[in-house]
């Protein structure tokens, strides 16, 4: 197969829910109808077993795998799918979000219980910044759940975008008839699923068959009214206006009982974009072009602390990855040849032999690869685009034995670089380091680290910041005032980027009400 025909046939995209909406169960009964695995379970299992046993932090601390997002390919349909997942609970990190940057798409699982989650919302103004195309799941539809024309408003308001059904459910809990599919005109009838992919559902032709009002009645006769209102009211869905983030499809189901699992996947294969080109400093790199080019969005530390060993998590962005190619690190111009590189391919656990755009690779490595480098063939690139995102929680940092403080400042510009935590230190003399996170676990697996990599004691203490910013102007005085007047409130990242931190919304409002030549980001790109 040509490079061009092997990248038409990749979807990469990220599963984001919030905790308990069926994210799990899903991605599961994905893997069970691309035929990945036969029965449903090993994920879960790998779940489980991760927060049932008592000493899960431990282990995961020590591996530092405490943001472990996990990748997962199959194939379905002729197509090439790469499923990034990205933990919610106490796992939720910077890197979550990072997770969005490396897909072409996300699948949002909601709750039909409880509706547009926080957890969500925060992916999905990541999306909403990239303009990601998503696809929706409304889960547990064999509950009591709310009203599915309720759900699809709350969905409009959060996502800010059209959600278009192409689904409609017939009644829910016990009285769960199933789902019609509006665009095929056709009712799939609900029948309770289990682990392993059961026979054929049965299927109901037409919308105004008397056999489907007969046999659900009121049930069938409310869905029938509201699937009418919507036809007359709905924007017709716009592949379009869906690519651009505009739109998003809207299917029913209840992932547990493998039911409208399906059609998730056909509308990945059918409406989710092939990886697309993407923008490098020096020119926009197309995902079918000869030469082989990746970024690095995601470092692992591995197995082994003594060593030092990382996983560098790279999404392809163009040519053929072979296995054993020589490749060039733009930003130190070094040359690596991965031998030992780790595919997700769930059916065939054998080492990768190649990738090509949209696949997500690991290369192991000893601290060579950083957080938003690039490889190449040779050619010097830079994407942009790789984000940093303001923290929400802040803890400064000092070292028990003062004679250690060297060590302490190395082992933080190296987790800073890795993307474990961020480090800004106070433009004020004489103040602490702080650490800013976005999931408080980021804290202690970086007390972890810096103990046993580094062989630093560290004391976290309490800070009186919750909110940052980088700042920008286009008038050098303006900032130097900002900079003279905010002295104390005033840090620098790891990259010596500047930025004001405080500690409520209302201090920062004043603030960038004083200053309205002054300019507040939430985000920072690397580069
Ligand atoms: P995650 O935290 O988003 O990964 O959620 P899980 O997949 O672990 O699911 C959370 C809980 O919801 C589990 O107890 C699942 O068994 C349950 N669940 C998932 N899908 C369904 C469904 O369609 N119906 C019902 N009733 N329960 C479900």
Known sequence: ???????????????????????????????????????????????????????????????????????????????????????GHQDFSEDTYRVLTAVDAALMVIDAANGVEPQTIRLLQVCRARNTPIITFINKLDREVREPLDLLSEIEAHLGMDAVPFSWPVGM?????????????????????????????????GRDNPAIAERFGDAYAQAREEIDLIEAAAQPFDHAAFLAGRQTPVFFGSAINNFGVQEVLDALVELAPKPGPRAALEREVQPD???????????????????????????????????????????????????????????????????YAGDVIGIPNHGVLQLGDVL???????????????????????????????????????????????????????????LGAIGQLQFEVVAHRLKTEYGVDARLMPSRYNMARWITSDDPKALRKFLDSNAANIAYDVVDAVAFLASSPAQLRVAAELYPAVHFHAMREHG
């Open 376 to 434: 190449t063939e040779g050619e010097n690139l830079q994407f942009t685009g790789l984000p940093f995102f303001a923290p929400e929680l802040f803890q400064a940092v000092e070292v028990k034995d003062p004679l250690r403080t060297k060590q302490l400042r190395t082992g933080l510009t190296q987790l800073g670089e890795e993307g474990a935590i961020q480090v800004f230190k106070p433009a004020a003399a004489g103040g602490a380091l702080l």
């Open 289 to 355: 072009e000869p030469r082989f080019s990746g970024v690095v969005f995601k470092v692992q530390a591995n197995m082994d602390p003594a060593h030092r060993d990382r996983v560098a998590f790279l999404r392809v962005s163009s040519g053929r990855f072979e296995r054993g190619m020589r490749l060039k690190v733009s930003r130190t111009g070094k040359e690596i040849r991965p031998n030992n590189v780790v595919s997700f391919l769930s059916q065939r656990r054998e080492l990768l032999d190649e990738a």
């Open 173 to 205: 809990g016990r009285a769960f008839g199933g789902v019609f599919d509006i665009r095929r005109d056709r009712m799939r009838v609900f029948k309770a699923g289990q682990e392993r992919r059961g026979a054929e559902d049965e299927i109901i032709d």
């Open 1 to 87: 197969m040509s490079i061009k025909q092997e990248v038409a046939r990749r979807r990469t995209f990220a599963i984001i829910s919030h905790p308990d909406a069926g994210k799990t169960t899903l991605t599961e009964k994905l893997l069970l109808f691309a035929g990945a695995i036969q029965i449903a379970g090993s994920v879960k299992a790998r779940k489980a077993s991760r927060h049932a046993a008592s000493d899960w932090m431990e282990i995961e601390k020590q591996r530092g795998i405490s943001v472990a997002s996990s990748v997962m390919q199959m194939e379905y349909r002729d197509c090439v799918l790469n499923l990034l997942d990205t933990p």
